[in-house]
């Protein structure tokens, strides 16, 4: 059974950094991409950013790009997001997800298993 588990969430202000862990267990780790997406409240959730297996494809939302950076350690078991020059608009529960496949992209359905999410909120 796949597990994932998000840490590092928190409250900050704006331009400062802050990383977000996913550890996961179950399935053979690197075999899968994972993804990042967030829900804003009132909002529906949406993709940030994803990370293929073996970590050398990457793949970013237009509103993140170039602040945000996934990276992941394949031996730990776990996906990182770096967040750098947070904006209030950054504010939201912040997702992992691991595909279904080796490549993932930006849709939900890509994604075949969930984490309950860590809470960003970011003060201006």
């Known amino acids: 059974q796949v597990q994932l588990v998000e840490s590092g969430g928190g409250l900050v202000q704006a331009g400062v950094s802050l990383r977000l862990s996913c550890a996961a267990s179950?399935?053979?780790?690197?075999?899968?991409?994972m993804g990042w997406f967030r829900q804003a409240p009132g909002k529906e959730r949406e993709f940030v950013g994803t990370i293929s297996g073996s970590g050398g494809s990457t793949s970013y939302a237009d509103s993140v790009k170039g602040r945000f950076t996934i990276s992941r350690d394949n031996a730990k078991k776990t996906v990182y997001l770096q967040m750098n020059s947070l904006k209030p608009e950054d504010t939201a529960v912040y997702y992992c997800a691991q595909a279904w496949g080796f490549y993932a992209f930006m849709k939900e359905v890509e994604y075949a298993y969930w984490g309950q999410g860590t809470q960003v909120t970011v003060s201006s």
């Open positions: 179950g399935r053979t780790f690197s075999s899968y991409a």
